[in-house]
């Protein structure tokens, strides 16, 4: 989750000075803001970025520091170093053997060769693929088929932003006074006395 690409990337990341200096006795983690082609999380100047191991930690014989860290540094020439060039400008004090070994600068691991964005590991699974036997794709289709019998629950959200309630307004004119049906019978008119 660290080092997943951002949909909208920030290049100057979230945190950022001419000079960053970050002491830690166990983590030192900083999340990738950036796209899928530059990551980016910390901006340092030409001071550069130096992350020492605290007193709690391998100096005094505690657990290594464990870095995973995203971001970029300034060049002298200008311009920034990103991607895989930012871990080299990186300082560590007292040294490498302070971190645990998958400690890493925008997904490069500090003490190994890190030309490209896949790494050897990854590679080897590549060009090890094997096609599948007839047993193992029948034993695939067992597992598969409880699962194709549960229910597809799909979430929507539908929201209706009309009114509750609407006041329908009278257009049609009135053409009568009403139905006489209806009407109250009148009271009868006094008779005339002779």
């Not at 014989?61 to 020439?77: C, E, S």
């Not at 006041?167 to 009407?183: H, K």
């Amino acid at each position: 989750a660290l080092n997943a690409a951002q949909p909208v990337g920030t290049p100057a990341g979230t945190i950022g000075a001419g000079t960053i200096r970050i002491a830690a006795t166990r983590d030192v983690l900083i999340q990738n803001s950036g796209d899928a082609r530059t990551r980016a999380g910390f901006t340092a100047g030409l001071g550069g970025l130096e992350v020492t191991a605290g007193l709690d930690g391998p100096i005094s014989g505690g657990a290594l520091l464990d870095v995973v860290i995203n971001g970029r540094v300034q060049l002298p020439a200008g311009g920034f170093a990103t991607n895989n060039d930012t871990r080299d400008l990186v300082r560590l004090v007292p040294d490498l053997k302070a971190l645990t070994p998958t400690s890493a600068v925008n997904g490069c691991v500090f003490g190994r060769p890190c030309s490209s964005g896949i790494g050897p590991e990854l590679i080897a699974v590549l060009t090890g693929i094997e096609p599948l036997t007839l047993d193992e794709l029948e034993g695939r289709d067992r597992l598969l088929q409880p699962m194709e019998r549960l229910p597809l629950v799909l979430l929507q959200r539908l929201f209706d932003f009309g009114p509750l309630f609407s006041d329908v307004d009278a257009t049609d004119p009135v053409t009568s006074g009403g139905n006489p049906a209806l009407w109250l019978a009148l009271p009868p008119e006094p008779k005339a006395q002779p």
